[in-house]
């Protein structure tokens, strides 16, 4: 597929994006380019193709969910301005 001068205007206006009119030829042939690859991938058979999330194939290292630290909300709460039932209160900033 190949793009007009004045199509690639209109997808730059469309876009908000300001490109110096000398340059324009030279998006309109990237652009095209771009296209024409979009269009062989699409026509790529991937019916046995199985997805993956990582091209990689890697496995993801993940830590023992372990408790590593002792409960401190007692000591923290000691020193508190307010605790009801637990629960730090604070001054209603909200109406």
Known sequence: MTLST?????????ARLGIDEKDVDTYARDLSNILDLMTQMSETNTDEVQPMAHPMDKKQRLRADAVLEISQRESFQSIAPQVDSGLYLVPKVLD
């Open 6 to 14: 004045e199509q690639v205007k209109k997808i730059a206006y469309l």
